[in-house]
């Protein structure tokens, strides 16, 4: 056994294996996972296309109500004159 104040260390040939079996494991996950990211760009798009889509919807929706309380104004200031 090794002197612990020499601090050598022993690394055997069976350690370094299990390390790179797992190295290989943690590899395999990783790519997997980066496959499934592959489309993201497209999907991103997608979710930006959606968002500029709602945002017409919501400014269509305050003119419409800006150009309404605008009129209701209007035809009282006109029925008060």
Known sequence: MA???TGSV???QAQ?????LEIN???I????EIKGLRD???RMNQVEQRQARFEWIEKLAFVGIGA???GFVA???ALLR
């Open 3 to 5: 002197d612990e104040t």
């Open 10 to 12: 022993r690394v055997t």
């Open 16 to 20: 370094i294996y299990e390390k790179l």
């Open 25 to 27: 494991q943690v590899q």
């Open 29 to 32: 996950e990783l790519v997997a």
């Open 40 to 42: 993201l760009p497209q």
């Open 68 to 70: 309404g309380l605008s």
């Open 75 to 77: 035809a009282l200031w």
